[in-house]
Every structure is written in C-alpha cells, then in structure tokens.
C-alpha cells in the first residue's frame, strides 16, 4: 500500500503535509493484550530553550531499560503516499453479513473486516433509504458514541479528509449514494479519543449500529491493534502527532529537528518531550505552543521519535 521513492528536497517538503501520509492498512494481527496503559505526556508546557532534553513528566519509568529509545542526532527525510480510499460497494462481496438487507460498516482500503488504529476508513452503508439520515453509533468498551449520517449529493469528491475523530465526536457525517443501495462517506484517519482506544483496546471488538425509522442494522468490528511502528500527523493545522505501534511500556523521546531545504537531512534540534505506549499502542503527542511558536515561519521543521525510517515527517 505504501510505494516508496526518494525525492528531491524541493519535492519532500510537498509531501509532509499530513494529508499525503499512508500508512499501510492491513499487516498481522496484534490482539489486545491485558497491559496497563501507562501515562502519555501531551501537555503543552513550555519548553526549555536549552539543547538539554525536557524532562519526562510520563510516570514511573518501566523496569525494563530496554524500552528506552534515543534520538538520532541525523535524520533523511523521505516521501511517500498513494491515492487509494475505501470501497463500500466492493466491501458488500468481501466483508462476510454486510451483502443482505440494511447494513452497516466502517470500511478500509484493504477491504479488511476489522477497525485499526490508525487506517484510512469510510463509514459504509447499504439498504437504507436514500435521502434520509440514518443514526449511528458505536460501542467502544461500556460508553456509546452517536452521530447523525445525513445523505449529500452522489458520488464521492475525495478532495478532503474528515476529522480523525468521527463516529465519536458526535458530529455529522455526509454520507454520498453510489448506487445499489450504498452509502460512503470521505475518508478519514481512524483515530478515536484516548478513553475510546483504550477501551477498545481492553474489549477487542468495535460495534456499529444504525437505525433509520423501522430499518436497522448491527456489525461487529474486531479490533487490530498496530503493530508497526510509525508517526501521523492528527488532522493538519491541530499540532497533534499520533505514535502507535511500539510495544506496551515503551518509552519514547519525541525530538524537534530542522530540515535542509537543499538536501533530504534533516538535524535534532533538541527533545520536547516524552510519550510512554499504553495497552492499545497509540500515543497522541501535542506539540508545546512554545516549539510551534519557534518554529513558525523560521525555516521547515519537523517532529518524530526514533525510526528506522522516517517517512513524511510531521511539521510541528
């Protein structure tokens, strides 16, 4: 899913807006696990103006001092993306009970039955009226979250993202017809709030619902957790980056660095902060007002933790 090329710097620096990140949407299965969650450090604080790094504020640290990871002083950004988004129509012939009657999914690029944090998604439906909305909610541990999936105009523009936290925010989604009977909306990254992951972490299933006067429908999701380690940027402009897929307890040093707009190099700065991986495997990381305000339009920047690769690096 995720076609990998080495680009000019000019070009690079394109393509670390977070809309043009892919990360792959399928890989092997990582069932939920009985771990603690450990705390996540995300407060906006200010941040020293030293090259010493900030002190961790995350918690005890685990026993293990293997999970301790270091910065790299030199980093070579690189691009990736593709265009691919989900297909509710091809779903209806791949994902098992959604082919019959008034259904209801969250579908994924790979066709996958399953919900994955982070993946590109699109909320699916099939057998309900047309031009009518449809409410929808989801169960994620014991709490429920509701929206209102209201019809717009057919077809899908694909010119945009909706918000990572949809399905859970209790906003609206736009839903377009595409014949035969099914509903999509745009894509999104699926990144529910914290209490959500967790939770959905613990119980190791999603469930969807939808109801649309006397027409109703039930799915059941399993729950994927990441297992490849990555950073996105959680919606443009929110100063928000998403680590997932290291192991529970892993502690990890989140470092600011200055790109070369001549080269793909990019150099550490200094450490702004701490992220500890909790049960379900993602971290949101907010960047301090403090480094954003630095940053801003005083060269090309960007923010991460250790990789082997550093792909579309996110802009604090």
Known sequence: MRPRMLLPGAVVLG??????GSTPSSGTPG?????????????????????????????????????????????????????????????LGRIPEVGQGPAVWIGNIAGLDRVLTPDEVALCLSGFTPGEPVEVTVT?????????ARPGSPGLASTGLEPSGSLFDGRELTVHE???????????????PERAREDLAAAGELTIRATQGTLSARHVHPVELPD???????DQGSHRILVYGFPPGTRLPVGLYTVDPSSQNASLVRQIGTVVMPRSRTAVFTVPDAVVEETGGRGVYCVTVPLDEQYNCPQP
């Open 15 to 20: 393509w670390l807006l977070a809309g043009c």
């Open 31 to 91: 069932g939920a696990t009985d771990v603690p969650a450990p705390p996540v450090t995300t407060s906006r604080a200010a941040v020293p103006t030293t090259a010493a790094p900030v002190p961790s504020t995350a918690g005890p640290r685990p026993t293990d001092p293997a999970t301790d990871m270091l910065l790299a002083q030199q980093i070579t950004v690189l691009a990736a993306g593709d265009g691919a988004v989900p297909d509710c129509a091809a779903d």
């Open 140 to 148: 994620a541990g014991g709490k429920q979250y509701t929206t209102t």
């Open 178 to 192: 595409l014949g035969s009977g099914v509903l999509q909306s745009e894509k999104w990254w699926f990144v529910p």
């Open 228 to 234: 490849r380690t990555d950073r996105l940027t959680v």
